[in-house]
């Protein structure tokens, strides 16, 4: 049995076990080699190209809510000015934010696939790119218009980059083969994901239809909204975060935004050549998990 059979081993024991402790500890050691990575681009100053730069955000967004996850995974004792019994050892999970961490995690992979990986054909990842932006720019002058916050400056600037925006994708060849319609729609009202669902980003992105990722966003969305199951639920087991229904949820969640993790690790080091290089450099044990768990992804 050669080395790498042995890491591959290592690693479907840890995902055999469930141990949240040592998830955990994979989850932080993932985030912390994205972050890594993804910093090369400012350290080394790259000139990246209008629509690379908010991938950065992404990026960072995703980070950020893995360090929330880690926090929020180690439960709460109680406190308060009101009770003076404390009861350290026992401990309460808000489950229902960390579900709604990990859809908001699985929602910025899925732009990140549809904007930066899909599609090869530089026309469409320009429209993809100016959708969303466009899009986005539109839902924050509806909501924002009142706002004191926003003052007219802004809102003018903002009004012209819109413009600017409607006026490229106007000009690009695929803006040309959606229907009369969708034209109209997009021009007028915006399409973040370009009148595709979750569900066809999903299919778009090639993950298995039975695979590692199939059920996550229906569960995901289940228990992040306010439904009566998720009320239900919570109301057996008292938000306890020894129950086992906590610790198997917790477990797989965490197991989720690492997976995840991985796969964005990959993407941007199949996007930018510095962080390839970068990558590059890492040891073979490090390499080998990220191209495990990225392979592991998509079936």
Do not use: C
Not at 13 to 42: C, M, P, V, W
């Amino acid at each position: 049995m050669n080395q790498e059979d042995l890491w591959a081993l290592e690693l479907l024991f840890l995902y055999e076990q469930r141990n949240t402790g040592a998830i955990k500890k994979k989850l932080f050691e993932s985030t912390d080699l994205l972050i890594y990575l993804h910093e090369i681009l400012a350290e080394k100053n790259v000139q990246l190209q209008e629509k690379d730069m908010y991938s950065e955000q992404l990026i960072i967004k995703f980070h950020l809510q893995n360090l929330s996850l880690l926090q929020l995974s180690s439960g709460h004792s109680i406190e308060s000015r009101f009770f003076a019994k404390r009861v350290p050892h026992i401990k309460f999970l808000d489950i229902s934010s960390i579900i709604t961490i990990v859809r908001s995690q699985y929602e910025s992979l899925l732009m990140y696939q549809h904007l930066y990986v899909n599609s090869k054909i530089e026309d469409e990842q320009k429209l993809r790119f100016e959708s969303w932006i466009m899009s986005s720019m539109m839902l924050r002058r509806k909501v924002f218009a009142e706002s004191k916050a926003y003052n007219q400056a802004q809102a003018e600037n903002e009004q012209i980059a819109i413009e600017r925006l409607k006026k490229n994708i106007e000009s690009n060849e695929v803006f040309k083969t959606l229907s009369e319609k969708q034209q109209k729609s997009l021009l007028e009202n915006g399409s973040g994901k370009l009148f595709k669902s979750w569900d066809t980003l999903f299919t778009e992105s090639k993950f298995a239809e039975g695979g590692v990722f199939s059920k996550i966003y229906y569960t995901a969305s289940v228990y992040a909204h306010s439904e009566g199951l998720l009320a239900l639920q919570l109301k057996e087991i008292k938000h306890l975060m020894e129950n086992p229904f906590m610790k198997e949820t917790l477990y797989l969640m965490i197991f989720y935004s690492y997976l995840m993790t991985n796969i964005m690790i990959k993407n941007i080091v199949n996007k930018f050549p510095e962080v390839a290089e970068r990558f590059d450099g890492m040891d073979k044990k490090t390499k080998y998990e990220v191209d495990f768990n990225y392979e592991l992804s998509f079936k």
